[in-house]
């Protein structure tokens, strides 16, 4: 099948946008690999200090000659998508071994849970976080002793962090290793319910606090389509995982069988070998391309809006918030994964997964088939499936068809014509809203407008009995240069409580929803955003605003709007406690939402 039209423009308007820059990267990339394994031009005392504690591996690591693979580690026990990690340094080192190569930690970066520091003020360094988390991977493989690394993560800002480095690092052959999803426990929507009782009054926190521990009740990522598991689809989509890995539970036999297999990749494709296979060469404008197409055939996160143009940057690839409008309105949403339907992601797998999809789209012309991946030259790889037999792991063809129409369906039979994500546009700015789980006639709202500085305010607003009539809820000073731009996820309950009363709500803000967010129409990430005097903070309590998800547009219906000067608001509880003091310097210079809100790239 050829290559869909529309895929063929966006990728080669991204190529002539990044010409300069890709360039630029893949010479300093050539560069970097022409000086051949690292090891044999450091120092004996560099390479003593590095190899002192390696018992066995000594002789290894000091001869030279065998790969030696960098592990760097995102493991905590307080993420239970990060928990299984804790093990597998050592089933690396095994396994490095039996493969003829040597393993080491190179390093570990940190990783928060947003589930804990949602509505928290810890939220605030959520996003920072990823360029931390970047800033850290670069530390680690600094040491310059390593053939290949991999990369273990899953998390919001782990993975697209943790991307940011290897692409830094281009030039080093990269595997990125998952833990795989918890297994189901209490469905996702009838968390929703009791959160909305909750939210409501109707019952009180022990009830709620048994429902959320019956959901969130074991190792593994959470089970809901949010942006860790985006994060999987991604990796698969990209070529960076191992075909098929993305969705296997943690601590089964398949899981292990994977790590190990991602050893021996990472093992086969360094320069000691005949498949040199650097990650920068992969992370090109096809594999982006593919990325943005795998997120809006599964309805995925849009905090991936936010970090894929940082992530794409790290190795010279200009993305645009048009990219993504373009390539959402010629993929079909081919899932139905909570919050966009009732199933998990245990579900999704189930019904075929990602090498169904893969599959089907590749088939469809939609996705860049001659893309370079870990697993060899050419996206159809993924469209197998790992299977353990007589305990040997191989691949073989995924599903043709669907198991399960109400979860996945083909390409030819969608559940929607579009991947539901949209550019909005306008004398408000620029943002975006996810639309996949939003009813149509809510596409289009259309309301006077109620303005906060704070998502407490709005719940408390919400408690007072304050929203009785249509009502667009402006949350504005929460853009990266406010505070970081932590989610507003907690807002959620509130705004679907008011909906389901019969109201027409809306979100605008210039902060971010979480990847869990869905129902309630919400343009996001407006730029430029209130804190850079952008029009958000020429708004008015009172001042109609629309909201028009088909048109794509974000417009205040105010005269004089153009002429108002914007409004400034304290920031300084902001600044302080919970260690938002340390990152002043992050929100004086990191850049805007609209080109990934990042300070690093």
């Known amino acids: 099948m050829s290559l869909n039209p529309a895929i063929t423009r966006v990728t080669d308007r991204i190529r002539a946008r990044s010409e300069n820059s890709r360039g630029a990267y893949l010479e300093r990339l050539a560069k970097a690999a022409k000086d051949g394994p690292a090891r044999g031009h450091l120092a004996c005392g560099n390479q003593a200090h590095a190899y002192a504690a390696?018992?066995?591996d000594k002789d290894a690591l000091a001869a030279g000659r065998a790969p030696n693979i960098g592990i760097v580690t995102a493991y905590n026990d307080m993420l239970s998508a990060h928990q299984p990690f804790e093990d597998y340094p050592k089933i690396i080192r095994t396994a490095a071994r039996k493969a003829g190569a040597t393993a080491q930690?190179?390093?570990?970066?940190?990783?928060m849970c947003d589930g804990v520091t949602q509505g928290q003020p810890g939220m605030e360094l959520s996003l920072f976080s990823r360029d931390v988390i970047a800033l850290a991977a670069g530390?680690?493989?600094s040491h310059n002793t390593f053939d290949s690394a991999l990369y273990l993560g899953v998390c919001d800002k782990i993975v697209p962090g943790l991307i940011i480095a290897a692409s830094t690092f281009g030039h080093v052959p990269t595997i990125f290793v998952p833990a795989g999803p918890m297994t189901s426990g209490l469905p996702n929507d009838e968390k929703a319910k009791v959160r909305n009782a909750y939210a409501a009054g109707e019952i009180g926190r022990d009830k709620l606090m048994e429902a959320e521990m019956a959901s969130y009740h074991g190792p593994g990522t959470c089970t809901f389509y949010g942006t860790a598991n985006t994060n999987q689809m991604l990796m698969e989509f990209m070529g960076l995982h191992l075909p098929g890995a993305s969705f296997v539970n943690p601590g089964t036999p398949l899981r292990e069988a994977l790590t190990t297999a991602a050893v021996e990749r990472a093992a086969q494709i360094t320069a000691l070998g005949n498949d040199y296979r650097p990650v920068g060469e992969i992370l090109d404008e096809r594999a982006y391309v593919n990325g943005l197409v795998g997120l809006m055939a599964t309805g995925g996160s849009t905090n991936l809006v936010l970090h894929l143009p940082a992530m794409a940057r790290a190795s010279g690839v200009i993305l645009d918030?048009?990219?993504?409008a373009d390539i959402s309105e010629v993929v079909p949403l081919m899932a139905k994964v909570y919050p966009n339907g009732l199933a998990d992601v245990n579900h999704f797998h189930a019904a075929g997964g990602l090498s169904y999809m893969i599959g089907q789209l590749l088939d469809a012309g939609l996705l860049h088939a001659d893309a370079k991946t870990v697993a060899g030259d050419g996206l159809s790889l993924y469209?197998?499936?790992?299977?353990?037999?007589?305990?040997?792991?191989?691949?073989?063809d995924g599903a043709n068809e669907t198991l399960n129409d109400k979860i996945l369906r083909p390409a030819t039979d969608p559940f929607q014509p579009s991947g539901g994500l949209k550019q909005l546009t306008g004398n408000l700015g620029r943002g975006v809203i996810k639309v996949s789980a939003v009813a149509p006639e809510r596409h289009v709202i259309e309301a006077p407008c109620r303005i906060f500085h704070d998502q407490e305010a709005v719940k408390a607003a919400f408690k007072?009995?304050?929203f009785t009539s249509d009502t667009v809820v402006v949350v504005r000073f929460q853009g990266p240069q406010s505070n970081g731009m932590p989610e507003l996820h907690s807002l959620t309950p509130t705004l679907t409580v008011l909906q389901d009363r019969g109201l027409k709500v809306a979100l605008v803000t210039d902060g971010r929803m979480s990847g869990a967010s869905g129902k309630v129409p919400a343009a996001i990430h407006v730029s430029p955003e209130a804190a850079s005097g952008g029009p958000l903070a020429k708004l008015r309590d009172g001042d109609i605003i629309r909201l028009d998800a088909t048109a794509g547009t974000l417009t205040v219906l105010a005269p004089d709007f153009d002429s108002r000067t914007p409004v400034t608001a304290d920031l300084s509880a902001n600044e302080f406690g919970i260690g938002r003091e340390l990152f002043a310097a992050f929100r004086r210079h990191v850049g805007p939402a609209e080109t990934g809100g990042a300070v690093v790239v």
Do not use: S
């Open 139 to 141: 530390v680690a493989m």
């Open 321 to 324: 918030l048009q990219d993504f």
């Open 383 to 396: 469209r197998q499936e790992p299977k353990l037999k007589d305990g040997k792991l191989h691949w073989e």
């Open 105 to 111: 930690v190179a390093g570990g970066v940190p990783a």
């Open 464 to 466: 007072r009995g304050e």
């Open 54 to 56: 390696m018992g066995a």
